[in-house]
T-cell receptor, first 113, second 113 residues
Framework: EPEVTQTPSHQVTQMGQEVILRCVPI?????FYWYRQILGQKVEFLVS????????KSEIFDDQFSVERPDGSNFTLKIRSTKLEDSAMYFC???????????FGSGTRLTVV | AQSVTQLGSHVSVSEGALVLLRCNYS??????LFWYVQYPNQGLQLLLK??????LVKGINGFEAEFKKSETSFHLTKPSAHMSDAAEYFC???????????FGAGTILRVKS
C-alpha cells in the first residue's frame, strides 16, 4: 500500500537553529498538509498546500515556518529559528481528493533543547 | 467552524467486550468524518471515513461507525475488543473547503485481559 514517508524520524536541535522536516507524499496525491502534535495534546493543523501554493494556514504557522515542494516529489517544512515550544511530533499528510481520506506519515519527533 | 468532541479521554474495556468510543461533531455543512488510530510512537492510521451515502461505515480491524445526523454523532464501535486494539483513537471532521482536518482530543483505549 502506498505510504507517506517522513525523514528524519527523530531530530534534536538547539534553540534558534533552523530545521527542515522532509516528506515524500503519495505520488498521485495533489493535496499536502503538515500537522503537529505536542506531547499529550491534540493534533493541530499547520498548513495545507495545493498547486504549489499554500491553501490555508493556521495561526501557529507564523513567519518562522515555511513549506516548499522543491522537486515535484518532496514536501518540506522549514522552521527558521526553533523555539522550545516547537518541540512536537510533526506529521505530513497527503490526499488525492479535497476532503478525502488523508494518508499520514509516521511523523518526525522534533526536540528543541 | 467545524469542531469535534470526544467524550472520555480514557476508556477501559475487557478483552472480548464491546468497544464504544464517542464522537460528536459540529459542522455548518454536511460533514466528512474520519476515525484515526495512533499506536504508541507511531503515526495516524485511517480506520474509516464517512463522506456520503450509507451511514454505517465499516473500517479496518473490525471497527465500524455510524453517522447520525440528528444526533451529530459518529461513534466508533467494535463488537469484541482485542488486546491489539489498545491505542489512541482520534475522531476528525473535514472543514468546508477541505483544506484541513479538525481533530478531537483523542480517546485512549485500554484493553484488559
Amino acid at each position: 500500500e502506498p505510504e507517506v514517508t517522513q525523514t528524519p524520524s527523530h531530530q534534536v536541535t538547539q534553540m534558534g537553529q533552523e530545521v527542515i522536516l522532509r516528506c515524500v507524499p503519495i505520488s498521485n496525491h495533489l493535496y499536502f498538509y503538515w500537522y503537529r502534535q505536542i506531547l499529550g495534546q491534540k493534533v493541530e493543523f499547520l498548513v495545507s498546500f495545493y498547486n504549489n501554493e499554500i491553501s490555508e494556514k493556521s495561526e501557529i504557522f507564523d513567519d518562522q515556518f515555511s513549506v516548499e515542494r522543491p522537486d515535484g516529489s518532496n514536501f518540506t517544512l522549514k522552521i527558521r529559528s526553533t523555539k522550545l515550544e516547537d518541540s512536537a511530533m510533526y506529521f505530513c499528510a497527503s490526499s488525492e481528493l479535497r476532503r478525502g481520506g488523508y494518508t499520514f506519515g509516521s511523523g518526525t519527533r522534533l526536540t528543541v533543547v | 467552524a467545524q469542531s469535534v468532541t470526544q467524550l472520555g479521554s480514557h476508556v477501559s474495556v475487557s478483552e472480548g467486550a464491546l468497544v464504544l468510543l464517542r464522537c460528536n461533531y459540529s459542522s455548518s455543512v454536511p460533514p466528512y468524518l474520519f476515525w484515526y488510530v495512533q499506536y504508541p510512537n507511531q503515526g495516524l492510521q485511517l480506520l474509516l471515513k464517512y463522506t456520503t451515502g450509507a451511514t454505517l461505515v465499516k473500517g479496518i480491524n473490525g471497527f465500524e461507525a455510524e453517522f447520525k445526523k440528528s444526533e451529530t454523532s459518529f461513534h466508533l464501535t467494535k463488537p469484541s475488543a482485542h488486546m491489539s486494539d489498545a491505542a489512541e483513537y482520534f475522531c476528525a471532521v473535514s472543514d468546508v473547503d477541505g483544506n484541513k482536518l479538525v481533530f478531537g482530543a483523542g480517546t485512549i483505549l485500554r484493553v484488559k485481559s
